[in-house]
């Protein structure tokens, strides 16, 4: 069979000694960005592409870059999990549970899971990938912008399942999120929003220095403010891997994650935050223990953090199968294939087969060394907690605001990430669980600019949002989900 | 638990301010970002959606406050961290350790770009130290030193990020 | 509270101790350039401008002794990255590749930028000309530019096309194609070609536009069809392609222009360094093997007769709103 004869030439290029070795740095250096609060593949990827000019072979190029994306997708859980500090818009979901067990001494547990989800959802996503590849990328082209507009929609209204108690704080969160995107150019008009003569906020907020001041310095403000001796959260380490419960309450979890993740993944732009959220939101409605969900369940890390690892392996597929990079670190590794002259796209398979199939045998490869690095690693990372507040707090502020400080070089955003750190601890005052927020500005750009697409494309009707396939499909689900959601909840009231 | 009246004063004064920002954003969005054409939706069309969202959302936050003050679903939801917010802080004292932070966070940011990265990370810890954790001075300085090495090594040497050196040393 | 004011003045000291000792050292100011040169895009990664900065960006170190960092600053249509530009300090290390794209051309005559295109910024170089395709999907019932118009007039209904920005330079030539043409054009703006590009390929509008590098890969593969190219003369690598003007449709075109700026007040020295590397990029062999391989036709043009390209250009876009009466919804 053709695949099976493709796969073998393709490992046949992985496994010589110069991919492996460059498949392990990557995953390694993946890793490190993962973890390192405000640097994304994306920056990283862009920072190493002039290396990837003195590399001859494409192949080896594309093997260091995809090992970089998604072992970041792997190392993106480790801060939110430690300290409530999500790297990536994929990873917000991540902290809610994943940051209060490790305030339950349960970040082993947490971090483990982690790794063995992404693990099991990277491979079973690349073999996915390997198989069915051309009919599903025709199936993500489907997605125009009626559906992008319903889809982000849907992600938007699990957001507010994220909300815990108050359903009206959620959605205040949601609506303040959509807001601060709108700052700066409007992409469809071009007139500047909200920006009142300020030069900085012509270009608008970046979603690092949001996720990371809404989260992690609130986090810090809130901690300063409560002890006089910051002695806390680094009290207890706890085991240091999952035991036969999590996994039991996991494994389910992992394989839906693993789903929806693989098919949400596809579609270019948002892919990967869409699955994670959906993920948690269905966790949450299966669990037969929806409460414990904000209050540490493991189910609430196994579920997203699987689900955002196979959106980072078949974001892969519209690249290779159609040429149309999905996100921008998948762009920055679409400039590297044509600068070498490889054109990324449908004629791929049979002009450049070692490229295709030596990259995604490089995944299965890569998929393995990441759970060996990670195991391990766990163990380190969770040692990490033992390192006194006094300490800990000012090191990882001075990464945030560096790492806010080089997306665009300006101390502007040193400020803005203060402000969103201000934000983030009066929520927390108020009890408000911040993850809308930061959610809700990933989604605000797609939501708004697919809407006003729309009716540009429709002449101002709104049917289209109903009558297209895929868009309709979606509205009818989502006033299921509604009506089913409010009959519960009156069904529940009235029983107590 | 029983509620704390200056948490209810603070939810309210917040739902007040949500308020607020929603009358401004949906006036901003009509009168100078304009709706534009249903078929054309001019640039303050969702503006103006998110500012009368936010009025509805704040006013029905504050009813909600004012009307279910006291009942106890609502003091169930604010035992879930263990905390009661605002209350517990007035109650233990705040250790003011968070204001200090804030302002040391605010001089980094001014100092980055004219004194440079390394000058910038050493002055931060040091005074982190000193300042906001209160700590002796040999300690520090060691603190200060290990840190400040090694995120010099990180960021410049390993990832080899473009950082500003200094305006006023240039 | 008392011990940490002592702390503060302590700090306070040792600070502008530090401040002293390295200030003492003067930085001698070397030949340029003495650190790496930072090349602002001002479109994401993967379009056509940052594949020909990146293709500069290869095969510049065998000419300069400092590396030429492409940094891709997209949003606004191109907007946001020139000011970037334009804000930093005229000594060179700052550039602007892609000066001559529809922001700077376009955008002017149709709404207020934060910045002059002309004043601001000085030109360099000119580097290529990407021509814009007009292209339709796969399964539309026209084969040509003219039986498009026709079918849209026969229809009777807006023909709606994906362009990569408003008021970008794809823009104004299918909106003044409409125009001309008689016919009403919805031009629909995406963030940037490449996405603009995947939505037609989805089947979601009937036409769009887009240059070279972006359709090429998808009318090889069958997803697209082309129906004009529109720049004055053919492109190279589109040699079977009719021109708009060949097929009856005469309106001023420009293609995207993409040369590199510096901000006003950069040294006339600099400015020379940057023309003599280019141009022995320009004739570097590999370099030309990478811009045929990404569709990219070779224009050089040194910095005085940019100038007056750039300006030339610029009027004949004005003309052309005018003329059409074209104006931002």
């Given at each position: 069979m053709d695949i099976f004869d493709g796969l073998i030439g393709g490992f046949s290029v992985a496994l010589t000694p110069t991919n492996i070795l460059v498949a392990f740095l990557g995953c390694l250096l993946g890793t490190a960005v993962g973890v390192l609060p405000g640097l994304g593949p994306a920056a990283t990827i862009a920072m190493l592409l002039p290396t990837t000019y003195v590399i001859d072979s494409p192949v080896t190029a594309i093997i260091l870059m995809a090992g970089i994306y998604y072992g970041s997708m792997y190392g993106g859980s480790t801060t939110s999990i430690l300290l409530n500090l999500p790297g990536e818009a994929a990873s917000v979901v991540t902290c809610i549970d994943g940051y209060k067990m490790a305030q339950k001494g349960r970040a082993g547990a947490a971090l483990g899971i982690a790794a063995i989800g992404s693990f099991i959802a990277g491979t079973v996503a690349v073999v996915g990938l390997t198989f069915f590849a051309p009919p599903i990328a025709e199936f993500a082209l489907k997605f125009g912008p009626p559906e992008k507009f319903t889809l982000a929609l849907v992600g938007l209204l699990m957001a507010v399942t994220l909300s815990g108690s108050s359903i009206i704080k959620g959605m205040i969160l949601l609506v303040l999120g959509l807001l601060i995107a709108s700052v700066g150019l409007d992409p469809v008009s071009g007139k500047t929003r909200f920006s009142f003569g300020v030069t900085e906020l012509q270009s608008g907020f970046d979603f690092v220095t949001l996720a990371m001041g809404v989260f992690g310095l609130g986090e810090i403000f809130y901690n300063l403010e409560k002890t006089l001796k910051t002695e806390i959260v680094t009290t207890k380490v706890g085991q240091v891997f999952p035991n036969i419960q999590d996994w039991v309450r996991s494994r389910m979890a992992i394989l839906r994650g693993t789903a929806v993740g693989f098919f949400i993944g596809i579609i270019p732009g948002g892919?990967?935050?869409?699955?994670?959220?959906?993920?948690?939101?269905?966790?949450?409605?299966?669990?037969?223990?929806?409460?414990?969900?904000?209050?540490?369940?493991?189910?609430?890390?196994?579920?997203?953090?699987?689900?955002?690892?196979?959106?980072?392996?078949?974001?892969?597929?519209?690249l290779l199968t159609l040429g149309i990079p999905g996100n921008a670190a998948?762009?920055?590794?679409?400039?590297?294939?044509?600068?070498?002259?490889?054109?990324?796209?449908?004629?791929?398979?049979?002009?450049?087969?070692?490229?295709?199939?030596?990259?995604?045998?490089?995944?299965?490869?890569?998929?393995?060394?990441?759970?060996?690095?990670?195991l391990p690693l766990v163990g380190i990372w969770v040692q990490l907690l033992r390192v006194p507040y006094r300490i800990l707090a000012p090191v990882v502020i001075l990464f945030t605001a560096i790492g806010s400080y080089s997306i665009a070089n300006q101390a502007f955003d040193i400020y803005a990430l203060l402000g969103f750190g201000v934000l983030g601890y009066l929520l927390k005052k108020l009890n408000f669980e911040p993850g809308p927020l930061p959610l809700a500005f990933v989604l605000s750009p797609m939501i708004e600019t697919s809407l006003r697409q729309s009716l540009l494309i429709s002449g101002g009707s709104f049917s289209i949002f109903v009558t297209r396939p895929i868009s309709g499909t979606l509205i009818a689900l989502l006033t299921v989900l509604i009506i089913g959601q409010v009959l519960f909840s009156l069904r529940k009231r009235r029983k107590s | 638990m029983k509620r704390h009246d200056p948490l209810q004063k603070v939810e309210l004064a917040a739902a007040v301010l949500v308020v607020a920002l929603g009358a401004f954003v949906t006036l901003y969005a009509y009168f100078v970002l304009r709706l534009g054409l249903i078929i054309s939706p001019g640039a303050g069309f969702m503006p103006f959606l998110l500012g009368v969202a936010l009025l509805l959302l704040g006013a029905s936050w504050f009813l909600k406050t004012l009307l279910l003050s006291g009942a106890i679903n609502t003091a169930a939801a604010y035992d879930l961290t263990g905390e009661v917010g605002l209350a517990s802080g007035a109650a233990k004292g705040h250790s003011g350790k968070h204001l200090w932070g804030f302002l040391v966070i605010l001089l980094f940011g001014l100092l980055l770009e004219r004194a440079g990265f390394l000058v910038s990370i050493t002055l931060f810890m040091l005074v982190w130290q000193l300042i906001v954790e209160k700590q002796k001075w040999f300690v520090s300085i060691v603190i200060t030193v290990l840190t400040a090495g090694a995120m010099y090594v990180i960021f410049r040497m390993l990832l080899k990020i473009h950082l500003p050196s200094g305006a006023w040393f240039s | 509270m008392k011990k940490s004011y002592e702390k503060i003045l302590i700090v306070a000291g040792l600070f502008f101790g530090m401040l002293l000792l390295s200030g003492g050292a003067i930085a001698s100011e070397d030949k340029f350039p003495s650190k790496p040169i930072n090349v602002i895009v001002p479109f994401a990664a993967g379009g056509s401008t940052d594949l020909l900065a990146r293709a500069v960006e290869k095969v510049w170190p065998k000419y300069s002794s400092q590396p030429f960092v492409v940094i891709n600053r997209p949003g606004g249509g191109g907007v946001t990255g020139t000011e970037v530009v334009v804000r930093s300090k005229p000594d060179g290390y700052t550039i602007y590749l892609g000066y001559g794209s529809g922001h700077d051309m376009v955008m002017p005559h149709l709404q207020k930028l934060p910045y002059d295109t002309f004043k601001d910024l000085v030109p360099v170089a000119r580097l290529s000309i990407h021509s814009i395709v007009i292209v339709t999907g796969a399964a539309s019932p026209f084969k040509t530019l003219p039986e498009m118009v026709a079918w849209?007039?026969?229809?009777?209904?807006?023909?709606?096309?994906?362009?990569?920005?408003?008021?970008?330079?794809?823009?104004?030539?299918?909106?003044?194609?409409?125009?001309?043409?008689?016919?009403?054009?919805?031009t629909v703006p995406f963030a940037g070609g490449a996405e603009a590009v995947t939505a037609l390929a989805g089947g979601h509008l009937t036409i769009g536009g887009g240059h070279p590098s972006e359709v090429i890969p998808h009318i090889k593969a069958g997803r697209f069809r082309a129906l004009a190219v529109a720049t004055p003369e053919r492109d190279p690598a589109l040699p079977d392609l009719p021109t708009m003007k060949e097929v009856?449709?005469?309106?001023?075109?420009?293609?995207?222009?993409?040369?590199?700026?510096?901000?006003?007040?950069?040294?006339?020295?600099?400015?020379?360094?940057?023309?003599?590397?280019?141009?022995?990029?320009?004739?570097?062999?590999?370099?030309?093997?990478?811009?045929?391989?990404?569709?990219?036709?070779?224009?050089?043009?040194?910095?005085?007769?940019?100038?007056?390209f750039l300006r030339e250009a610029s009027a004949d876009y004005a003309k052309l709103i005018k003329d059409l009466n074209i104006s931002l919804k």
């Open positions: 892919g990967a935050v869409i699955s994670s959220l959906v993920s948690y939101a269905m966790e949450k409605k299966v669990s037969k223990r929806p409460e414990e969900f904000g209050q540490g369940a493991i189910e609430g890390v196994a579920g997203p953090e699987s689900a955002n690892n196979a959106a980072s392996s078949s974001s892969f597929i519209p998948i762009a920055m590794i679409f400039a590297a294939l044509l600068i070498k002259g490889i054109t990324p796209g449908p004629f791929l398979i049979k002009e450049n087969p070692d490229v295709f199939w030596g990259v995604i045998a490089s995944m299965y490869l890569g998929n393995v060394m990441l759970l060996v690095l990670n | - | 849209a007039k026969k229809e009777n209904k807006p023909l709606t096309a994906a362009v990569s920005t408003r008021a970008g330079s794809v823009d104004i030539t299918l909106t003044s194609l409409g125009k001309a043409a008689g016919i009403n054009i919805v009856g449709v005469n309106i001023a075109n420009w293609g995207s222009i993409k040369g590199i700026a510096a901000p006003a007040g950069t040294p006339p020295a600099v400015i020379a360094y940057y023309e003599t590397t280019l141009k022995k990029v320009f004739d570097d062999p590999e370099f030309k093997k990478m811009m045929a391989d990404l569709y990219q036709p070779l224009q050089y043009q040194n910095a005085a007769d940019f100038g007056r």
